[in-house]
């Protein structure tokens, strides 16, 4: 193995040489080089290994390279952006994920600027992003617009190419402003994973409500656009999806995610300490190999609280049986199908951008910020090499 002195002494004479022989000219080529190489680094110490080397405390493995272009000062960069397989989440943070939604960000806190709502924090943002606080209403319309025509197209994009068997379906809200009065405006997320057993974030949709119009003419909209094959649904019980579902998937089979479940069944707790235990027992009936032993101890759970406490009885009786669709699948899907949990890894992305906005100026605004996100997050994933689930796993295959 090359000594790492070596490896960083061939490093600075590349940058030096690319700045010797071509001037000015050779900084992008410089830039380039040096940040192939620190993404490697990063990704070594993410690891807990060099390449090919053998260690303890390996995290994971290296799983080669993925292409990525940045829009720079210096012009475009075609960089390496090394990736990694197992149970570690990598990405250099030399590079900001996602231009688009960089970019739609800027925009939503220029529009809070122009409409005079900025506040001392805002503009600070507004500097360390956009490099400026003069900023005028025309520019921020021109961006505005540039990016909308990109993020439409993606929105609205063909799905008939490939049937996506699992559909995931997650709702969350934003604030923002509408005539003068800060409201709650419903985000609704669709996921879907595909016959190769690869995800895609198929559409979102933005509305001043969560009500079942808004769910129907988004599900509407996923067919219109030619999605197809659906044969399970995960989602939490949103208000007005269960009637939107049936009206626009009836008798595809929906699993209500135990994760929202769980947490839905606290609030029927009669006494904070019975919160641990009834927790320990759900999950106990939640990791039933089973859907026959599930019903049974979900029989003794009802059976036992009946006298101690009858609200809680009743609404596990009938609510907890929603969350046994997942039986009906492979085991080998069952862990990863019970919750819309991919949904809430990518809320969290979501809140993670958002919170900088915090009263975002109008839902187109927010719609704008939210699907440049989204359409980040869906390339990564259509582009990489694992998938997400074995669309044929061993269990199918011996059923067959």
């Known amino acids: 193995m090359t000594h790492p002195n070596q490896d960083d002494h061939s490093l600075l004479n590349q940058i030096v040489n690319h700045v010797c022989t071509e001037g000015s000219d050779g900084f992008a080529e410089a830039m380039r080089v040096l940040l192939n190489h620190a993404m490697q680094a990063e990704r070594s110490k993410a690891l807990g290994a060099a390449p090919y080397q053998r260690s303890a405390t390996r995290k994971g493995h290296a799983n080669g390279f993925k292409s990525k272009t940045l829009q720079t000062r210096l012009g475009e960069l075609a960089v390496d952006v090394p990736q990694v397989r197992g149970d570690l989440e990598f990405y250099p943070s030399a590079l900001e994920r996602g231009l688009r939604s960089e970019r739609a960000l800027t925009v939503a806190i220029a529009e809070m600027y122009i409409q005079g709502v900025s506040t001392r924090r805002v503009s600070s943002i507004l500097s360390e992003l956009a490099g400026t606080l003069e ?148 999950r106990e009936i939640f990791n039933a190999p089973t859907l026959e032993l599930a019903e049974a101890l979900l029989k003794r759970m009802v059976s036992s609280y009946r006298k101690s406490a009858p609200e809680l009885a009743a609404w596990l009786e009938q609510n907890v049986p929603e969350s046994f669709t997942v039986f009906a699948l492979p085991k080998e899907h069952r862990l990863r199908m019970r919750t819309s949990n991919p949904a809430e890894r990518v809320n969290q992305e979501i809140k993670r951008r958002t919170r900088v906005a915090r009263i975002f100026p109008n839902p187109k605004s927010l719609l704008r910020l939210v699907t440049a996100l989204l359409c980040d997050i869906s ?20 059923t067959a």
């Open 135 to 282: 900023i005028s209403a025309s520019q921020v319309s021109r961006a505005a617009a540039q990016l909308d025509e990109q993020l439409d197209l993606w929105r609205n994009r063909p799905l008939n190419e490939v049937a996506y068997p699992y559909l995931i379906l997650d709702a969350r809200y934003e604030k923002v402003r509408r005539d003068g009065v800060v409201l709650d405006c419903a985000v609704l997320v669709a996921i879907g994973v595909d016959a190769t057993g690869h995800r895609s974030i198929l559409g979102v949709s933005v509305a001043l409500s969560e009500a079942e119009i808004h769910w129907r003419d988004f599900l509407s909209s996923l067919q219109e656009r030619g999605l197809h094959g659906t044969e399970f649904i995960v989602s939490d019980d949103h208000a007005g999806l269960q009637a939107a579902r049936c009206a626009r998937f009836p008798g595809v089979p929906w699993q209500r995610c135990q994760f929202h479940l769980q947490q839905n069944a606290l609030h029927h707790v009669p006494r904070v300490a019975m919160r641990k235990t009834v927790a320990a027992q759900l």
């Open 379 to 398: 390339d990564d994933w259509e582009t990489s090499r694992s998938i997400y689930l074995n669309m044929n796993p061993p269990s199918a295959r011996q």
